[in-house]
Antibody, heavy 123, light 107 residues
Framework: QVHLVESGGGVVQPGGSLRLSCAAS????????MHWVRQAPGKGPEWVAF????????FYTDSVKGRFTISRDNSKNTLYLQMNSLRGEDTAVYYC????????????????WGQGTLVTVSS | DVQMTQSPSTLSASVGDRVTITCRAS??????LAWYQQKPGTAPKLLIY???SLESGVPSRFSGSGSGTEFTLTINSLQPDDFATYYC?????????FGQGTKVEIK
């Protein structure tokens, strides 16, 4: 079955950097767009970034543009999120999520989620 | 950005009740709406997409309706496992926004 496992979270000072990883299994990773979605404590989810199945297109929510970079390695079935210039408002559980649609039919519907990794930005 | 507003924020209900949650979009999103269920300490779970399509494996007591700017999630005959927080999410625009959530609690 589909399995997504995030890693790389932790405590970082404002202005610092972290790289999150998401190991995928149980489906043909290279056929699906992937997303990062975050959830601040006590808040609703917030979509962060999208990457097309082949890495050809990437989109970001406005608040992270220029600071975060989504990437993928289809040979390793792994999704990444490089986070630079971190701010307090970036504190959240970060989830990787699989898109519901295959290849060109990505829909930005999140049908499988990992367990999440906590990022805390604090001095 | 398209803003999504859910009501109510909290809903108290009993097992067996019929429950309805509303989600309103700040502008038309056609039928590009999904619903998720989230329990404490776990990731959200997809229930409904394209406003009314039931995700595989989701019990048929869950249903969705609506289009344009107003949508509803209905749970027929609420079960103990259904006490959770529910979120709507639009995917019409690149911003892909969620509502603030509706917590369904035991009366």
């Amino acid at each position: 079955q589909v399995h997504l496992v995030e890693s790389g979270g932790g405590v970082v000072q404002p202005g610092g950097s972290l790289r999150l990883s998401c190991a995928a299994s149980g489906f043909t990773f290279s056929n699906y767009a992937m997303h990062w979605v975050r959830q601040a404590p006590g808040k609703g989810p917030e979509w962060v970034a999208f990457i097309r199945y082949d890495g050809g297109n990437k989109f970001y929510t406005d608040s992270v543009k220029g600071r975060f970079t989504i990437s993928r390695d289809n040979s390793k079935n792994t999704l990444y999120l490089q986070m630079n210039s971190l701010r307090g408002e970036d504190t959240a559980v970060y989830y990787c999520a699989k898109d519901h649609g295959e290849t060109y039919y990505s829909e930005s519907i999140f049908d499988y989620w990992g367990q999440g990794t906590l990022v805390t930005v604090s001095s | 950005d398209v803003q999504m507003t859910q009501s109510p924020s909290t809903l108290s209900a009993s097992v067996g009740d019929r429950v309805t949650i509303t989600c309103r979009a700040s502008r038309s999103i056609s039928s590009w709406l999904a619903w998720y269920q989230q329990k404490p300490g776990t990731a959200p779970k997809l229930l409904i997409y394209k406003a009314s399509s039931l995700e595989s494996g989701v019990p048929s007591r869950f249903s969705g309706s609506g289009s344009g700017t107003e949508f509803t999630l209905t749970i027929n005959s609420l079960q103990p496992d259904d006490f959770a927080t529910y979120y709507c999410q639009q995917y019409n625009s690149n911003s892909r926004t969620f509502g603030q959530g509706t917590k369904v609690e035991i009366k």
